[in-house]
């Protein structure tokens, strides 16, 4: 039985990465007001709740998405 040179080689091991704890609250709370920001402008921003005042920009950019992941629109 003959071994390939594949099995023989030293293969590199997976390192974890490794983040304080209050350096996970920071990425966590980051990615919370993103997703937050990004929940808003597609499912709600509209009309009179709308930031931008009555413009249609946002609501108009983000139209397909909203159909897309079932938002009520019109
Ligand atoms: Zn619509």
New binding site residues.
Partial sequence: MSTTAAAAAPRALATPVVVSVSKSYVLLLTTMMLALAVYYFIGVDEGATSVFGNSMVVHEFV?DA??FLGFP??
Wanted: proline share 0%; with cysteine.
């Fill in positions: 139209h909203r159909h629109c019109h």
